[in-house]
């Protein structure tokens, strides 16, 4: 006599509530080790107060595009994106690894990103099933971008005459945003600030022609030049600013070539493989542009 098999649990699906924001921490890390781990990567780094802080800076402002499933009221997924005017930019969406492979992440996607037509999203490079569900979506694959660490050995290109850094109010960034990511992010500068992070203009004489920021704990970005060939020097005068660090983190998008071929050469290394920046269109200049984080655009 056989016994007959257990049914499936019936997935059930909510809006997250910040209490959730924990669970959805580890379920990042199980599923991201799984993944890892199958490709014969070494593990996510921990950093859970980091990751929970951001989860709640983001659900914070876009509390309706949080989602989790739960699986006999156990959490075993979970979708959170971001709005910037049109664009819903979709910075977590995690599976349990026993859960995968149900339309579990499908859904939450769905639901997620709901009554949006400009989409984007960074995922990781070895999923090419991942890539293949955006894409299902509309955001395909069209930018690389790469982490580096390190801190350069040799000099990198200094500023041309007549420009120079100064302290820069978040609002007076907003031009820029627009210019070159077709965005704007108030809360995000605010949040960086609260971060303890840094924010410098750069000025051509009078005129604003980029903004950056440098955290004391080593991390660079997001940085926006008005002109390419600045991006380099900016960079480099940026990290100068802080001597002391050791160790810098800083994302580099491949088409920012200049940039990351000098910091390579520079004695700065990549850290593991890169991850894709994917969308429905290409609205973001990331040859002006270096991000703060690939769960933001």
Same mark, same amino acid.
């Given at each position: 006599?056989?016994?007959?098999?257990?049914?499936?649990?019936?997935?059930?699906?909510?809006?997250?509530?910040?209490?959730?924001?924990?669970?959805?921490?580890?379920?990042?890390?199980?599923?991201?080790?799984?993944?890892?781990?199958?490709?014969?990567?070494?593990?996510?780094?921990?950093? %859970?107060?980091?990751?929970? %802080?951001?989860?709640?800076?983001?659900?914070?402002?876009?509390?309706?595009?949080?989602?989790?499933?739960?699986?006999?009221?156990?959490?075993?997924?979970?979708?959170?994106?971001?709005?910037?005017?049109?664009?819903?930019?979709?910075?977590?969406?995690?599976?349990?690894?026993?859960?995968?492979?149900?339309?579990?992440?499908?859904?939450?996607?769905?639901?997620?990103?709901?009554?949006?037509?400009?989409?984007?999203?960074?995922?990781?490079?070895?999923?090419?099933?991942?890539?293949?569900?955006?894409?299902?979506?509309?955001?395909?694959?069209?930018?690389?971008?790469?982490?580096?660490?390190?801190?350069? %050995?040799?000099?990198?290109?200094?500023?041309?005459?007549?420009?120079?850094?100064?302290?820069?109010?978040?609002?007076?960034?907003?031009?820029?945003?627009?210019?070159?990511?077709?965005?704007?992010?108030?809360?995000?500068?605010?949040?960086?600030?609260?971060?303890?992070?840094?924010?410098?203009?750069?000025?051509?004489?009078?005129?604003?022609?980029?903004?950056?920021?440098?955290?004391?704990?080593?991390?660079?970005?997001?940085?926006?030049? %008005?002109?390419?060939?600045?991006?380099?020097?900016?960079?480099?005068?940026?990290?100068?600013?802080?001597?002391?660090?050791?160790?810098?983190?800083?994302?580099?998008?491949?088409?920012?070539?200049?940039?990351?071929?000098?910091?390579?050469?520079?004695?700065?290394?990549?850290?593991?493989?890169?991850?894709?920046?994917?969308?429905?269109?290409?609205?973001?200049?990331?040859?002006?542009?270096?991000?703060?984080?690939?769960?933001?655009?």
């Amino acid at each position: 006599m056989t016994s007959n098999p257990r049914p499936k649990a019936q997935i059930a699906y909510r809006l997250a509530v910040p209490t959730d924001l924990d669970a959805c921490a580890d379920i990042l890390y199980v599923a991201s080790d799984a993944l890892s781990a199958s490709r014969g990567l070494p593990a996510t780094p921990r950093n %859970r107060e980091a990751t929970v %802080r951001l989860f709640a800076h983001m659900h914070r402002f876009a509390p309706d595009r949080w989602w989790v499933a739960e699986d006999n009221e156990r959490i075993v997924g979970f979708g959170g994106s971001s709005t910037y005017q049109e664009m819903v930019y979709l910075g977590f969406l995690f599976v349990l690894p026993d859960t995968q492979a149900a339309g579990v992440g499908r859904r939450l996607l769905e639901l997620s990103m709901h009554d949006s037509s400009y989409r984007a999203v960074a995922i990781a490079s070895y999923q090419p099933i991942s890539a293949a569900l955006y894409s299902w979506y509309g955001m395909t694959p069209r930018v690389p971008m790469y982490m580096l660490s390190g801190n350069p %050995r040799t000099e990198l290109p200094t500023l041309p005459a007549g420009f120079h850094l100064g302290r820069l109010k978040a609002g007076a960034a907003e031009p820029l945003d627009m210019e070159v990511c077709g965005l704007t992010r108030a809360r995000d500068h605010e949040w960086w600030e609260s971060l303890g992070r840094r924010r410098f203009g750069l000025f051509e004489g009078t005129e604003l022609v980029g903004y950056g920021y440098i955290q004391e704990v080593g991390r660079l970005g997001p940085i926006i030049v %008005r002109r390419e060939e600045l991006l380099l020097p900016f960079a480099g005068r940026l990290l100068a600013e802080m001597p002391d660090v050791e160790t810098w983190l800083v994302n580099v998008p491949g088409v920012a070539s200049e940039t990351f071929v000098a910091l390579l050469r520079a004695g700065m290394r990549l850290e593991g493989p890169p991850a894709i920046y994917c969308a429905t269109e290409q609205r973001i200049d990331h040859s002006r542009y270096l991000p703060a984080s690939f769960a933001l655009p």
